[in-house]
Structures are given as C-alpha cells and as structure tokens.
C-alpha cells in the first residue's frame, strides 16, 4: 500500500524524502522525526517518523496537519582515515563480523544493514585510542544467524594471523543470536591462545540514544589491556545500566533474553572479570597469563555432527535417519541427561555404528549424571556419554571439532570428556 495522492503530493511539494527530518504538527502534539519508508501495513494517509527515542510513530495526515522539512537527509559516507599510532600504547586489532554493534538503521529501507566499516566503530569511541593503538579490519559483514563453519574456521585464522603478526589483543564485534557458539569455536580452535581474544555485540544499534555499543567495546579495550589474562572471552552488559560489564569465558556463556543489555550470562561458573563504567576491574579467575608463545589455529571441524532436543513423546523412527547418517549426535536432554526409554535402542545402534552419542541437559545449571536412574545406566550402556556441566551448544561445538581432530570415535569421546577450554568441571561452587 502507497501513500495517498494527496499526502504523496505533500511530500513531494515539501521535498521531503526518506530520511529528512520533519516537524509535524497534529492538533495539539508537535513530532519531530525522521521520515521512515511508507510499508504496507501502514494506512495510505499515516506517515511514520522515527523519534529521538530510537522509536517509530506513525501520525495521520488530515489536512490540518502541518509538516515542515527540518533538515535534509544525511548521505551515509565510509569512514576511513590513517590514525597515528601512539608510542607505548598496546596494539588492540578488531575484526569485524557485523551484527547489531555495527549495524544503521537505512532510512531509505527502514532496515537494519551490518555497517561497512569496523573503524566507523572505531571513530565513534575516540577515547579508546586513550588505552590503546587500534588497528580494524572487516572480515564479514553479516548477521550472526547466518555466521557458519566456514566463517567460524576464517576468523580462527585471522585471529592467529593478527596475534603472530604483533596484536596484543584481538576484539571481534559479533552479533548476538549466536556469539556464544563462535566463542566456543574460537575457544577450541585457538586452544592455548597466549592473548586475549574477546568477542563483543550490543542490544541496541549504534545509531539509537540507548546503544550498548560504545560502553562495550570501551570495556573490551580495559580488559584487554589491564587483565594480564590469554584466552576467549565474551563482554558484555551486566546489567539493565550503562555501570557494569561482565567478562565471561567463552566456552560458558550463553545470550538468556532477547533484548535485554544484560542478556549474556555465564553458566555454571562465575565471570572471568567484572569492570565498571569508569574501567575498575575485578578478576574472579586466575586464568593463563599473557604470553608471546606462537599461536595455532587447529580449525578442523567435522559436519556431519547435529544438536537435538529431547521432548516428551520423541519417536525414534523420525530421527533415525539422522542418527544413522551423523558422525555425532549432541542431546539436550531433560533433568539429568535423559531421554524417553524408546529412544535407547536407536542410541545403541547409532553408537554400534561408530556415531558418538554425547548427552547434556536443558536444565543448563548443574551436571548430567546417567548413573542415578535406570534409564540413564540403560543410556550409558548403549554407548551415550555425558559431559558435565557442558553447555548444549559447546558440546556441539567441541563435539565437531574433536572428530575433526582424532582418529576414532573412541578417541573422540575421550577428548569431549576431557576439559580444553574451561567449558567442563566436575565441581560447582554453591553461587554458580
């Protein structure tokens, strides 16, 4: 549906396009916006602006209406400059992937694009070039629902790359819907990674009043120039505010709501670090230190593995196919680790055909144990393994990479069972 004749003539005698910022007046309520793309769910006389407040309002242009055009739209240009470096300051490389911390609204759309150039990010927080020389690259520009094995096993190497070529830390802003599984990628393939190499995203989109965007990448620079700790986090909000941040270890953390900035939560362990809004940090680990050692990208992974969820009533014959053609098979199981006892024997085949059958719970706090009811032990006997307190998604992760990098199922098995990156323990204290 298009706009009416009458209100497609107002615009037009206006000059107002898509992206200018109008001033309407509507009885007695004044709105200031810029104009949004007329849409088909939109009546023909209704214009939509987007506010200040990052917010969309759609207004009813009757012919008391008065709509003046206050400024022009802005023509989005790419960035790009060369930055001295600063002497004595660490050297910080982000590689870009998209997502919503590097993501505009296109006025001309109305959609959200992945942004063109990680050193926009870069230009937007000035004061980080205060704690460290910033390099930036973009090696995607994509949504993260659309990040693969194959981008998984690029960016591993590029970070190997920058960190042997001199970076002192790597910052990678990601989207959120599935940062948590390139964090375990990450976490594996780079296994004694000796710099810090943190993953970071946003709630909010750079362009609205209430994006997380600068204060994460500001917490992601502090923490890895001032930790003194290698490995693969994940940084974000740790609360609803703009006054605390949490580091979690990359193989623990899972996004736990849809909006929220303080979606991110470590599970079944505490945060590696929390900082606070004006860069005072506390470590809760005492992970490895920095280091020079060369680093080593293992980026082997293995397809023919797939994560599942157990439900009440779960019918073998549906998924026997997909048992018997998988190399590995993760199961989000109920409470422990368990699944119906019709399932059991399309376990025992799959395992007898050299499948690896890896149980983890749904409950996601606290450990599977197949040796408390029959049906586990019944579970373990047909081959399945547990793995802890492993994460669903870490364990489809690592399950992937270790057929890629062990000879036999039997060896396979071993090694999910061993821990690598943090993303295991036999033990729990009482406040994780």
């Known amino acids: 549906m298009s706009y009416s004749d009458s209100l497609s003539k107002l615009l037009g005698d206006l000059g107002a396009t898509e992206g200018s910022k109008l001033s309407v007046v509507n009885g007695d309520r004044t709105y200031v916006g810029t104009l949004m793309p007329h849409h088909e769910f939109s009546a023909p006389d209704i214009l939509i602006l987007k506010m200040k407040s990052g917010y969309n309002v759609g207004i009813r242009i009757g012919p008391e209406t008065k709509v003046e055009v206050l400024e022009a739209p802005v023509e989005r240009t790419k960035k790009e400059g060369e930055v001295e470096f600063k002497k004595g300051l660490p050297k910080l490389v982000l590689i870009g992937t998209g997502g919503t911390i590097a993501s505009y609204v296109d006025y001309r759309t109305g959609a959200v694009h992945p942004a063109l150039s990680t050193s926009d990010m870069v230009n937007a927080v000035p004061e980080i070039r205060d704690i460290a020389n910033i390099d930036a690259r973009v090696l995607f520009s994509i949504f993260s629902e659309n990040m693969n094995v194959e981008h998984w096993q690029k960016l591993a190497e590029a970070v190997a790359e920058e960190l042997n070529n001199g970076a002192d830390g790597i910052i990678i802003p990601h989207g959120t819907d599935t940062m948590g599984y390139t964090a375990a990628a990450l976490s594996f393939m780079l296994g004694d990674v000796s710099k810090p190499v943190v993953l970071v995203g946003a709630q909010r989109s750079s362009d609205r009043p209430s994006s997380d965007a600068s204060s994460n990448l500001m917490a992601c620079a502090r923490f890895c120039t001032k930790a003194d700790r290698a490995g693969v986090y994940v940084v974000m909000h740790d609360t609803s505010g703009d006054d605390s941040f949490a580091v979690h270890i990359g193989s623990r953390v899972r996004k736990m709501h849809t909006s929220r900035r303080d979606a991110f939560h470590s599970i079944n362990a505490a945060p590696a670090a929390h900082l606070d809004k004006d860069g005072k940090m506390v470590l ?149």
Not at 333 to 348: F, W
Not at 379 to 403: C, H, N, Q, R
Not at 412 to 417: F, G, P, R, V
């Open 284 to 432: 809760n680990i005492d992970g490895p230190r920095v280091s020079d050692a060369k680093v080593v990208a293992k980026t082997g992974m293995e397809r023919a593995c797939v994560l599942l969820q157990y439900y009440p009533g779960m019918d073998p014959v549906l998924f026997e196919d997909i048992f018997m053609k998988s190399k590995g098979v993760v199961i989000s199981g109920s409470g422990l680790g368990h699944v119906n006892e019709n399932m059991i024997p399309l376990i025992r085949k799959a395992c007898d055909n050299g499948t690896v059958v890896v149980m983890t719970s749904q409950c996601l706090n606290g450990r599977t144990n197949l040796n408390v009811y029959n049906t586990g032990r019944d579970m373990l006997s047909a081959g399945a393994i547990t793995v802890l307190d492993m994460l669903p998604e870490t364990a489809y992760v690592k399950l992937m990479w270790a057929l890629a990098n062990t000879s036999t199922p039997e060896e396979a098995k071993e090694l999910m069972q061993t821990p690598l990156a943090g993303e295991m323990s036999d033990r729990r204290t009482i406040d994780v």
